[in-house]
């Protein structure tokens, strides 16, 4: 491991990290490469048990690289929604590829209070806007004419710089020329997220919920199919005391959904709430002998807390 001496932007950021987590967390510069560019694949959050390491694994900027995973961890602590996976398609390879899809579009709406924290303690200077965009550029190459099957991963790198560079209209001159069909769909999706302020863990969830639905929006405006990230992925639920005392039936609808539970590997029935039809939380069907309506009446009858509880489901209290 390397010996990096992080700035006091960084210190500050790992303490207040060090102060929430009921154990220890550390920096840990790991390896010599320096790419010149850089990407949020460069650090990674490994946790075990009351010790959790943020690794870099490229310096070339580490304070801005370390800083961007310290903040991702932050929120998480902080009680942010998260993204789950309880459900499977019956290929790992599928459901891995839809799990990074998915963490990726959470990342991207996350990244407008990441990115602003960055901003506003000085660890986003020219240099690292440079570098950021070599990444873009190391990422996705200019486009075809006709388009090729790279245009869902240039859809959110452009939308995720977007985010990063906000109204850089050199930035944006750049990707009108090299993705000239991706920049209005990204600019679009971007309009959507930014239309009302991540400031709170119910905002980051709607907004979430607005870029699952607009990104299979534009997917299939393409011809693309959609990533269906409102069935496939559960989301934190952010609710009121008033709420967690309502029956589930109020708040939710069981989905009988053709995925299934990967913990019992049973048809999967996808909690869905019924204000903005997201992914809340996933059951499994009942064995054969328990399959009778009085199976999901008993489900329907629990208030929402009581469900919650009885399967250790988290969830945020606005």
Do not use: C
Not at 23 to 40: C, D, M, S, T
Not at 199 to 209: C, G
Not at 261 to 270: E, L, N
Request: proline share 5%; aromatic share 10%.
């Amino acid at each position: 491991m390397q010996n990096i001496e992080i700035n006091d932007q960084v210190q500050s950021l790992l303490d207040a990290t060090n102060a929430i987590f009921p154990g220890k967390v550390e920096l840990q510069f790991i390896g010599q490469l320096q790419a010149g560019y850089v990407r949020h694949d460069q650090a990674q959050t490994v946790q075990d048990k009351d010790h959790i390491m943020v690794q870099v694994s490229d310096l070339t900027a580490p304070n801005y690289t370390a800083s961007h995973e310290l903040l991702h961890l932050l929120m998480t602590l902080r009680g942010f929604p998260q993204v789950y996976f309880a459900v499977s398609m019956g290929n790992d390879t599928l459901d891995e590829q839809m799990m990074m899809l998915a963490t990726e579009l959470y990342d991207i709406v996350a990244h407008q209070v990441v990115v602003s924290e960055q901003r506003k303690h000085d660890l986003i200077d020219d240099t690292v806007e440079a570098e950021y965009l070599k990444g873009v550029q190391a990422t996705i190459k200019p486009e075809p004419d006709p388009v090729d099957d790279q245009m869902t991963l240039r859809l959110m790198t452009v939308l995720d710089a977007l985010v990063f560079f906000g109204d850089n209209e050199q930035v944006k001159a750049q990707f009108a020329k090299d993705y000239p069909v991706t920049l209005p769909a990204a600019q679009k999706l971007y309009d959507v997220i930014t239309e009302k302020p991540v400031d709170s863990p119910f905002t980051l969830r709607r907004n979430v919920v607005k870029l699952f639905k607009a990104f299979d929006d534009q997917l299939q405006k393409w011809g693309f199919p959609a990533l269906n990230n409102q069935e496939f992925t559960t989301l934190t639920s952010v609710l009121s005391e008033r709420q967690l005392r309502l029956e589930v039936r109020q708040l939710f609808e069981l989905f009988h959904s053709d995925m299934v539970d990967i913990k019992t590997k049973r048809r999967a029935y996808v909690g869905i709430n019924r204000a903005d039809r997201q992914n809340s939380f996933v059951i499994s069907a009942p064995k054969p002998d328990d399959d009778t309506p009085d199976y999901y009446k008993d489900i329907y009858d629990m208030t929402v807390a009581d469900l919650f509880k009885k399967m250790e489901m988290p969830y945020i209290i606005r």
